[in-house]
T-cell receptor, first 109, second 114 residues
Framework: GIQVEQSPPDLILQEGANSTLRCNFSDSVNNLQWFHQNPWGQLINLFY???GTKQNGRLSATTVATERYSLLYISSSQTTDSGVYFC???????????FGGGTRVLVKP | NAGVTQTPKFRILKIGQSMTLQCTQD?????MYWYRQDPGMGLKLIYYSVGAGITDKGEVPNGYNVSRSTTEDFPLRLELAAPSQTSVYFC?????????????FGEGSRLTVL
């Protein structure tokens, strides 16, 4: 099956800093989503982005499908950005998603 | 609009017991999913459904069963619970495939098998 690798595994940021999270996948995909799991375990969909670039407030994401990677940018980080960020993909356009191992982010005040 | 609702939120089972995790969604989504998340890991797909009466296996279906009699409900049954089934279970739904097919998750059900 498709492999999904996320880097870095852990990230510690000072509040206000910017960061980039990376997701590499081993095969072509038609569905890529980014999720944030907050410290209470709740999973929130951030982006549906099989290709191109999207922005939502301080977060933005870019997927370069031909090179099999996606990037999630966090700007002006806040303590509420803490948690685990997951990238998930599906070869088809459905939601039988394969998840990466996540990037654990801690934003310090 | 409650979204995706799971019950119970916490449960402790003894080895060999059975139970059902309930999941209901009020968004009229055709697609529903069950994932499990082991500590420190990403999620793995157990079962999914593309509509009432249609279910199929995901990556880790052994030890579980599902049914989909209505659009709203997608219960997950654990038969003969084993310690390896200790995990957090997430139900999710989506409105379709492609753009607009974002996945929405419930709050999770934490299951411990002792």
């Amino acid at each position: 099956g498709i492999q999904v690798e996320q880097s870095p595994p852990d990230l510690i940021l000072q509040e206000g800093a910017n960061s980039t999270l990376r997701c590499n996948f081993s095969d072509s995909v038609n569905n890529l989503q980014w999720f944030h799991q907050n410290p209470w375990g709740q999973l929130i969909n951030l982006f549906y982005i099989p290709s191109g670039t999207k922005q939502n407030g301080r977060l933005s994401a870019t997927t370069v499908a031909t090179e099999r990677y996606s990037l999630l940018y966090i700007s002006s980080s806040q303590t509420t950005d803490s948690g685990v960020y997951f990238c998930a993909v599906d070869k088809a356009a459905g939601n039988k998603l394969t998840f990466g191992g996540g990037t654990r982010v801690l934003v310090k005040p | 609009n409650a979204g995706v609702t799971q019950t119970p939120k916490f449960r402790i089972l003894k080895i060999g017991q059975s139970m059902t995790l309930q999941c209901t969604q009020d968004m009229n989504h055709n697609y529903m999913y069950w994932y499990r998340q082991d500590p420190g890991m990403g999620l793995k797909l157990i079962y999914y459904s593309v509509g009432a009466g249609i279910t199929d296996k995901g990556e880790v279906p052994n030890g579980y069963n599902v049914s989909r009699s209505t659009t709203e409900d997608f219960p997950l049954r654990l038969e003969l619970a084993a310690p390896s089934q200790t995990s957090v279970y997430f139900c999710a739904s989506s409105g379709g495939r492609g753009p607009g097919g974002e996945l929405f998750f419930g709050e999770g059900s934490r299951l411990t098998v002792l």
